[in-house]
């Protein structure tokens, strides 16, 4: 890929970060069900269920492979075990395929195996959540080369208790650091309540 292609990449989904319109902290936090990939693996993914184990933390991103993208899965894999410690699930969403999230969900250079990524092909979960979805653009290509064909969610993400209400939204920073404000919002929710 040639930098100036990973650069427009990087800059086309650096425009998809604030989440000024995003619902906020106590908001009800909508349910969806979805296809989703683990270990390279589609089956289908409830929040409501989850949400029956703990905390969710519900994170949309623009795209798999893409370079801000890669580092945030890469950011929740090598900290799975401190939200598991928090009694928090991970969920991503895009609008990427399915068939490219079982790529993505199994690469050990991000999300590792290590949790679940869920298709939003058409953007309506991410709609639901009051997120900004742009179309895709023609000739934008993911880290490996291959032609995005999809649109964009901009990167938010929602700490959802077990209650059903966003406990936090974190939104408008780099990759790297809205894992580690999310992880610091998880471990920030009172215990026990499950």
Avoid at 160 to 169: E, H, L
């Amino acid at each position: 890929m040639t930098n100036r292609l990973l650069l427009a990449c990087v800059l086309y989904c650096a425009i998809l970060s604030p989440a000024e319109a995003a619902l906020k902290a106590g908001d009800a936090a909508p349910d969806f069900d979805a296809q989703a990939s683990f270990a390279g693996k589609a089956s289908g993914y409830s929040l409501k269920e989850a949400l029956k184990k703990g905390p969710v933390v519900v994170y949309f991103y623009p795209s798999a492979y893409t370079s801000g993208c890669n580092v945030q899965a890469h950011a929740f894999a090598v900290n799975d075990e401190k939200f598991a410690a928090a009694g928090a699930s991970i969920i991503g969403v895009s609008l990427d395929s399915i068939a490219r999230l079982n790529d993505f969900s199994k690469d050990p250079e991000y999300c590792n195996s290590k949790f679940p990524v869920a298709s939003d092909a058409d953007g309506r979960i991410a709609k639901s959540y009051d997120l900004a979805v742009k179309e895709g653009r023609a000739g934008i290509k993911d880290t490996r080369g291959v032609d995005i064909d999809h649109g964009f969610a901009e990167r938010t993400t929602f700490v959802v208790s077990p209650d059903g209400k966003i406990a936090a939204t974190i939104g408008g920073m780099s990759p790297q650091a809205n894992v580690e404000k999310t992880l610091e919002a998880v471990q920030s929710l009172p215990r026990g309540t499950k």
